[in-house]
Structures are given as structure tokens and as C-alpha cells.
């Protein structure tokens, strides 16, 4: 589905835990890259769909997930940084 472009410096890797699994993403892409690089797909479930990024950049709020205990954080709008604790939801988004 992706593929990273050719001569492009990879960044380190930072290990990130999703859904009481640990990761390991290149540090600094968003998250949103780093749930698909890994194959965490669907990013959610609502209303018996599966949900995946779709826009990447902030419009379409498909990749909603949970960050640090944080509800409804959209992972394309934010960056990799070690120890961060993912989990993806199941059902509507949360007030």
C-alpha cells in the first residue's frame, strides 16, 4: 500500500505500544504512517466498520485513536515520540 521513497534517510526507531503491544516506528513520522507501516489496520471500529486513515492530513477524522490517555487524538496530526501508549477504539468517538 505504501512505500517509502528511494534515498530518504529512516529516522531511529522508537518503540510505542498499541494496544498493550510494543512497536517499533520510526521516530518523528506521524502516526497515522506508523499504524499502517506496521499493519495496525483498522485504526477503529464504529458501527461494525472498520475505520483506516484516509486523508492524512487532518480533514476526514477516520484515524482517530487514544494517545496517552488522550481520546479521539487524530493520528495523522501527530509525531512518533518513544514510550507513547496507543490503543485503538471500538464504537463512536468519545465526548
Known amino acids: 500500500m505504501f512505500k517509502r521513497i528511494d534515498g530518504v534517510a529512516r529516522r531511529p526507531k522508537a518503540r510505542i505500544t498499541v494496544d498493550e503491544r510494543p512497536v517499533y516506528a520510526e521516530e518523528g513520522t506521524t502516526l497515522a504512517i506508523a499504524l499502517l ?18 486523508c492524512l492530513m487532518g480533514a476526514c477524522f477516520e484515524c482517530l485513536v487514544h494517545v496517552d490517555g488522550a481520546s479521539n487524538v487524530q493520528s495523522c496530526q501527530i509525531k512518533v515520540r518513544a514510550g507513547m501508549v496507543v490503543r485503538r477504539p471500538n464504537g463512536p468517538r468519545e465526548a
Open 37 to 54: 507501516e506496521v499493519g495496525c489496520i483498522p485504526t477503529r471500529h464504529h458501527q461494525d466498520e472498520a475505520r483506516a486513515p484516509y
